[in-house]
């Protein structure tokens, strides 16, 4: 049984976060994803705590961070500084589907890999360029990073403290859905269109656009009617103002997360928990009052116990140490071990099911920048042991 997208190739050039993420969910489900690199500039995400424990309980020298991003890829060192690197990557272009690339705009046309110089090699090249601002636009050469996209998008102002102050948030929303997700995406609709009318294209992803894009209620709430978003916790109804859709503290200090959003969830809540709450009663801040009173009066797991099953939207408000632990986690299979050269590490697992071609682990992440390049020089390419040799001595691979 083979991956959905078994048969597609795809040469990733991308390091650290937005690229390899997007890149490893596709080679999870069968794409042959080769990951470029140079041993002279590595990927960073290789030194970033924390380090996978070797078999003897050791830190290794790798970060866990690189391993989740980059199993189930080949990699390759080569050098595109380099005219005999720019030709071994051409020839890599000719028989791929898909090139992946993540530099400010203007750094692929002096490398020489752009999409107009890679469009002669293969027309039907897919061509994914991941940026922070997008390729035009007034901040297209700017630096940055997750936090100066949500800045720009919006995002960043949404969520605030009880002072009403912005927030850092807790995920990297531009770099992993931005960048990752909205790259996957294109590069599968590009791939269909393909099918459809022989040529590839250019797909431009800026994690600015694609974080701007997450908010349909907000800035959608202003489009529609001028009248600003306030993002004031008491104000907002998903975000403090409904007192059935809330996080409560419990008695053993732990937290519950209550979704009671709908009348028929809420009125099955305010039921279970024996709570004399009159039909169309107005104060807000009494009824959530009420709740936080109720909710303080058993432990977290008691209460689950009382509610999980009982249509009133209670689950556990986990802290991260105790997800991997759920019933329901593990029943996904959300939490899996890969096998690595130092030695079982655990890992996210694969959060789309497949019925008929499901992914599957292949390879962990390659410990050696390059790991894979002779088998890929060789089998893919036809170059021949003594050339393989040339280009080592040239500092090509």
């Known amino acids: 049984m083979t991956g959905p997208l078994e048969g597609i190739r795809i040469l990733d050039t991308t390091s650290l976060f937005p690229g390899p993420y997007g890149m490893r969910l596709l080679a999870d489900y069968g794409a042959e994803v080769i990951k470029i690199e140079y041993k002279g500039k590595p990927d960073l995400a290789r030194?970033?705590?924390?380090?996978?424990?070797?078999?003897?309980?050791?830190?290794?020298?790798?970060?866990?961070?690189?391993?989740?991003?980059?199993?189930?890829?080949?990699?390759?060192?080569?050098?595109?500084?380099?005219?005999?690197?720019?030709?071994v990557f051409k020839r890599l272009v000719k028989k791929s589907d898909v090139i992946v690339v993540q530099f400010r705009p203007g750094v692929v046309e002096k490398l020489g890999i752009d999409y107009e110089s890679m469009k002669k090699v293969n027309?039907?090249?897919?061509?994914?360029?991941?940026?922070?601002?997008?390729?035009?636009?007034?901040?297209?050469?700017?630096?940055?990073?997750?936090?100066?996209?949500?800045?720009?998008?919006?995002?960043?102002?949404?969520?605030?403290?009880?002072k009403n102050e912005p927030m850092l948030p807790g995920l990297q929303l531009a770099d992993m859905v931005g960048g990752g997700l909205y790259s996957v995406i294109a590069i599968l609709m590009a791939?269909?269109?393909?099918?459809?009318?022989?040529?590839?294209?250019?797909?431009?992803?800026?994690?600015?656009?694609?974080?701007?894009?997450?908010?349909?209620?907000?800035?959608?709430?202003?489009?529609?009617?001028?009248?600003?978003?306030?993002?004031?916790?008491?104000?907002?109804?998903?975000?403090?103002a409904t007192p059935s859709y809330q996080i409560f503290e419990t008695k053993d200090n732990k937290y519950v997360a209550v979704g009671a959003l709908e009348p028929k969830f809420h009125n099955k809540l305010y039921k279970e928990l024996d709570l004399d709450i009159k039909v169309g009663e107005s104060s807000q801040a009494s009824i959530k009052e009420k709740l936080a009173e109720k909710f303080k009066l058993k432990t977290r797991d008691q209460w689950i116990e009382l509610l999980i099953d009982k249509d009133a939207c209670v689950t556990p408000l986990y802290e991260i140490k105790e997800v991997p632990n759920d019933p329901q986690v593990k029943a996904r299979g959300?939490?899996?071990?890969?096998?690595t050269e130092e030695g079982p590490v655990k890992q996210i697992g694969f959060p789309?099911?497949?019925s008929e071609t499901k992914p599957e682990i292949r390879y962990g992440a390659a410990m050696r920048v390059g790991q894979d390049s002779k088998e890929i020089l060789k089998e893919l390419l036809d170059y021949n042991d003594e050339e393989i040799k040339g280009l080592k001595k040239n500092k090509v691979i």
């Not at 050469?141 to 969520?159: C, E, K, Q, R």
Request: contains cysteine; glycine residues 12%.
């Open 334 to 339: 959300l939490i899996i071990e890969v096998e």
């Open 123 to 162: 027309p039907k090249i897919v061509y994914c360029s991941i940026t922070g601002y997008g390729e035009y636009g007034p901040y297209k050469f700017y630096p940055g990073h997750d936090l100066n996209y949500i800045g720009v998008a919006g995002v960043g102002s949404v969520t605030r403290n009880e």
């Open 191 to 240: 791939i269909i269109s393909r099918e459809n009318t022989g040529k590839g294209q250019f797909l431009d992803i800026s994690m600015m656009d694609g974080a701007l894009s997450l908010l349909p209620m907000p800035l959608g709430q202003y489009l529609a009617g001028g009248e600003e978003w306030k993002p004031i916790l008491k104000e907002m109804t998903l975000c403090g």
């Open 47 to 87: 030194y970033l705590p924390p380090f996978v424990k070797r078999k003897d309980g050791k830190n290794g020298r790798w970060s866990f961070f690189y391993h989740f991003l980059n199993r189930n890829k080949k990699n390759l060192s080569l050098n595109l500084r380099k005219p005999e690197g720019l030709e």
């Open 352 to 354: 789309m099911k497949f």
